[in-house]
């Protein structure tokens, strides 16, 4: 009887976790100032292409015109792989210009990712309504 009770317990609590890991995930309206769009320009330094959120880091000036380092979170790679983009679409030294949503807390450089377009050949994703939501 024990056997069999230990049994049910597994094989419940094993088909309710996954739905709570999926129900788990982040509200960017947390991190994030939703209301708000900003625009960096600078140098593209590190593309992360992985699920579930890419992010790119760009070495961009700050409202005081201070170079730092931001951070881009960006839609997952199936996603951005599905809308036509790759892990060599943008490459650690292209000039970028991103538009985003800031971080809540303005000294952490970061940003959602709304559009980005390369400045050399303007090629860009977000500018055709690409997202991830």
Same mark, same amino acid.
Do not use: C
């Given at each position: 009887?024990?056997t069999i009770?230990k049994?049910a317990?597994?094989?419940?609590?094993g /088909?309710v976790l996954?739905?709570?890991?999926? /129900?788990?995930?982040?509200?960017?309206?947390?991190?994030?100032?939703t209301d708000a769009?900003?625009?960096?320009?600078?140098?593209?330094?590190q593309?992360n292409?992985?699920?579930?959120? /890419?992010?790119?880091?760009?070495?961009?000036?700050?409202?005081?015109? @201070?170079m730092?380092?931001?951070?881009?979170?960006?839609?997952?790679?199936?996603?951005?792989?599905r809308?036509?983009?790759t892990?060599?679409s943008?490459?650690?030294?292209?000039?970028?210009v991103?538009?985003?949503q800031p971080?809540?807390e303005?000294s952490d450089?970061r940003?959602?990712?709304?559009?980005?377009v390369?400045?050399?050949d @303007?090629?860009?994703?977000?500018?055709?309504g690409? /997202?991830f939501?």
């Open positions: 009887m024990k009770i049994t317990t597994f094989l419940l609590l /088909s996954p739905a709570a890991t999926v /129900s788990a995930h982040h509200s960017f309206q947390a991190s994030y100032d769009v900003m625009e960096i320009k600078g140098k593209l330094v593309l292409f992985r699920n579930p959120h /890419s992010s790119i880091m760009v070495m961009a000036p700050d409202a005081n015109g @201070v730092q380092r931001w951070g881009v979170e960006w839609g997952g790679a199936s996603a951005l792989t809308q036509g983009l892990r060599d943008f490459k650690p030294g292209d000039e970028v991103i538009t985003g971080g809540r303005e450089h940003l959602r990712m709304l559009t980005i390369r400045s050399t @303007v090629f860009g994703w977000g500018t055709n690409e /997202s939501e």
